[in-house]
């Protein structure tokens, strides 16, 4: 019976751990993307404001 509760939470924790990763992830390619995204606004202005 302990050991069953044991391996179920080793795999929730796994999945968790899983999970925050992808979140990350995630997160770091919302920045990237508006990064860019505001780069390129920035190159357009200069480019029009000559």
Sequence with gaps: ML???ILI???S???LGI???H???IASLQNIDH???KRLEELVQSE???
Aim: charge should be negative; avoid cysteine.
């Design 35 to 37: 990064y860019y995204e």
């Design 19 to 21: 999970f925050l990763i």
């Design 13 to 15: 924790s796994i999945m």
């Design 3 to 5: 050991s069953i509760l």
């Design 9 to 11: 939470a080793l795999i």
């Design 48 to 50: 029009q404001d000559p």
């Design 23 to 25: 979140a990350n992830e």
